[in-house]
């Protein structure tokens, strides 16, 4: 997760070759596998920049390939890599007083993934597996999912169901000393020793189990509607393992202390309606969700998508999401003079009461060969966007207070036969 | 604060978390109530299977014989890309992946090859 400066060239490199191995693959297949045969590449730049420190820097490239073997039978496979810079308070306090916290420690990291999977699908119903392969310094996991879908009536309505389940190990420090008090946890210095056979690091299990079913009704013939829900339970280590807060007035700054246990619930409905004369659609949906940690969240999109002559696409999009703090977070004043909400504190963003606002501008360039018998292709296409996501948190004490807003470049370039 | 309108307290016994008294483990304050998870998973919540309910009903009751459905030949504007829910995969895995990280949220958007019942 951080603190270990990870050669980042490496990455870069294993990046690189995967690209060239995804595009190589994509080009060698068309003559074995006549159809739905696809290689797309795409790199994300994430910058969350900060009014005390660096702020924190994510490169994101992703290379996927997917190919037909037959008419029913589908491959895929993928990777993508996280590249993390950044600088981040280590102990989560007051940002004034006498016991303000400043500084910021400086990491970074690099998180990998692979994955592969396939898919089998037959005019009225198909079924699909796949597999994937996290990891970086502290922080490892395997995930497992499988996906059925059938279309009824008609094909008038396609019911869908989705389940993954994963497998993670998260490093930790070592905190026998601490002798089962939880005020005594201390927090992970480093990931050096991480999943080795070293006495001052544990490991340590979470178990995720996410089950998504999904109704999707072709209304009329503009109209698209899905309704459908996420149930996840996740049971295991779910703290920050480097993270401290300042706990009370006697200057006790414990490791995070989050639950292991907790259920999330979300359900959804989502619609996309055609505009043929203005050769656009508009596409958006609600969420609602609510956990076993008492956040409950609201989340609503809309997106616009407009034609302009033949070949180029222009997506506008919307976002606004407003949740509730955990049941067990406070701000860092709070923490300090109240006290913790029991036995748990945090420091994270996530669990706080905060909402945000995100807008969205794509561009996408579309070249299809139309009727040319000659063409080596079905389609290319060529994208970027940029993306800008404000944050709104409720208190100046609140985790990443100086953080307030993150800008998402995006391009992309995929190749279809 | 957001939706201080439903009390703290209430929103707690709702998702399976109980007041365990005044005299926790709060050094400072002794109002804070310790927390603790219930004993045993919590259940699900109730506005959640009300939801399902109600998406099975209007699933049932739309599929009922006698109500018009959308023929082949008029799938033309469902087909086009545009009309896709879940857009291009690769880009929802990023926006998912970027989201998810910074929300007390997760979910919500469809079964990976729901798929549109435009085919």
Redesign the interface.
Known sequence: MRLQLTPRTRARRLALAATVAAWAFAAAVPGTAAANTEA?S?V?L?REPSTNNNGITVI?P?V?AAAGLGSSFHLVA?Y?VDIVTGATPVTFGPRSGVDAVSGATHFSDVRHEVKGGF?FDR?SS?L?ASYSYGWESDYKSHAI?A???S????????L???YTHNFDRVCDNNNEAAGGLI?NLQPLSSSAHCFQTMPDVVTHHLSID?F???????????L?T???????ILDGFQSNPYRRVL????HRTPQEHM?N?R??????F???Y?L?DAH??L?G?V???????????A?AEANY?Q?LGQSV?LTLRGRY????????YRTSGEYQ????????WTGD???S????YLGSLKTAYLKRPGQERSAWFSEIELSA?IEA?FYRL??SDAPNYDRSV?Y?G?G?F?LRF | MLYQSRSRKKRLRATGFRLQGWNGFAPSDDRTPFLKPEAGSPKPARWLLVACALALLAGGCATAPGLATVKPHQRELLADRIMNLDGDPQERAADQHMLSNREGAVGGSGTAGGGCGCN
């Open positions: 797309a795409r994300t994430f994101h992703q996927d993928g993508q898919s005019p198909g699909g999912s996906t059925t879908h279309d009824l009536v008609d094909h008038n309505y396609t869908a169901v989705g005020i996410t998504e079913p999904s109704l999707t009704w072709t209304a009329t013939p503009r698209v899905q309704g459908g829900a996420t149930i996840q706990v009370g007035t006697q639950p246990f259920q999330r619930y979300a359900a959804f989502r619609a996309a055609a043929p656009a659609s596409t949906g969420r609602f969700y609510r956990d076993s940690w008492a956040i409950t969240a989340t998508n034609y696409l999401h407003q949740q509730t703090e955990a049941s067990f003079t109240r006290g913790p909400a029991g036995q748990f963003r996530e669990l009461p905060m909402s945000n966007k996501l409720d208190s993150a998402i995006q992309s995929a």
